[in-house]
């Protein structure tokens, strides 16, 4: 099942934007490209705006803006934009992620400029119309912006999450079963935990109370607030507690050496001194020398392909 990503059609590089060009990713294309199949979309090429076109804007209330030219020549597009995303989004359930493009009053995620009727600047407090419409439609979908995936722990958050929900639509794809959302949450803990203490905590029972009277409302709940959680990034403190708790399945397999060598990588790498990838590293080696098939299935050890290299900068 191929692992179907939304993205901004100019972020893919194509010459749709008001000024005629594009805002190519070489990252997201290059890269991402190599695992992802991209849905692209271009909102205000599809309602009938050409490229190159007048630029429009957020105007009025924060909630529900409207869409108009800057110059203030009296286009306003929000209606169309609306009937748009009414169409095309109930076609988007194969999603597994979109990536947006930044500051546009159409696709940005947040921090888009806002004007006053009158034209004066209100802050960058608005979210483009359709970027707004996506994420209240799809609550777990991972959404991010081009300019974010810069930062190497958005981007990391961000392809472990696709990853991690393409595999929920795989689960729903087969059929929802108690088996498989029990399999799915058990390959998924350390994830979790690395993420959201608290809910590691929660998800767990609640899931263990699942049965196939209220699966759909518990499955519903759980997914929910899994991405919610997973959406938030690690802090070191927390992937250091994770690596711990990984050390401790080796405890009776490690010589002396091995365990002190493991837990002075986990130390340095709680300091600072050296990268996730450091630890983690040594504990797939011990794996692979003592197979333990609890451990081997930890999508924490191995959340998506390494060429992507995601792990290098955390
Ligand atoms: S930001 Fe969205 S609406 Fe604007 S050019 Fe890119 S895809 Fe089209």
């Known amino acids: 099942m191929s692992i179907w990503v939304g993205i901004s059609a100019c972020v893919l590089g194509d010459k749709v934007r008001f000024d ?6 070489r990252f997201v294309a290059d890269e991402l490209g190599r695992h992802f199949r991209f849905h692209p979309l271009c909102p205000e090429m599809a309602i009938g705006l050409g490229s190159p076109r007048p630029a429009i804007r957020l105007v009025g ?6 869409v108009q030219d800057s110059k203030g ?3 306003d597009v929000t209606d169309q934009l609306d009937a748009f995303s009414d169409k095309v989004l109930p076609g988007l359930q194969h999603l597994a992620g979109y990536i947006l493009c930044g500051k546009s009053p159409t696709c940005g995620m947040e921090r888009v400029k806002l004007y006053s009727h009158e034209g004066e600047g209100l802050g960058k ?4 119309v359709f970027a707004r419409r996506l994420m209240a439609a799809y609550p777990e979908l991972p959404v991010e912006e081009d300019g974010r995936l810069h930062d190497p722990l958005l981007r990391e958050n961000f392809v472990m999450r696709v ?4 595999q929920w639509l795989q689960l729903l794809a087969e059929g929802l079963s108690v088996q498989g959302l029990m399999d799915f949450h058990r390959r998924n803990k350390f994830l979790l935990l690395a993420h959201h203490q608290r809910l590691y905590r929660e998800l767990g029972p609640l899931i263990a109370k699942a049965c196939q009277n209220d699966l759909a ?3 519903g709940d759980y997914i929910r607030r899994f991405m919610a959680a997973l959406a938030r990034p690690a802090k070191r403190r927390d992937q250091a507690n994770v690596l711990m708790h990984l050390q401790g399945f ?3 397999v490690l010589e002396p050496q091995e365990k002190a060598e493991l837990a002075a990588l986990i130390d340095d790498y709680r300091q600072g001194l050296v990268p996730l990838m450091a630890p983690l590293t040594l504990l797939n080696h011990h794996l692979r020398r003592h197979p333990l098939p609890y451990l081997a299935e930890q999508r924490y050890l191995q959340p998506y392909p390494s060429d992507l290299k995601l792990r290098y900068g955390l």
């Open 20 to 25: 005629g060009g594009h805002k190519l990713s």
């Open 61 to 66: 209330d924060p909630d529900h803006p409207r």
């Open 73 to 75: 020549a009296g286009l």
């Open 125 to 128: 407090v608005g979210v483009g």
């Open 163 to 166: 990853m991690t929900y393409h």
């Open 217 to 219: 409302q518990v499955a």
């Open 250 to 252: 080796f405890k009776k």
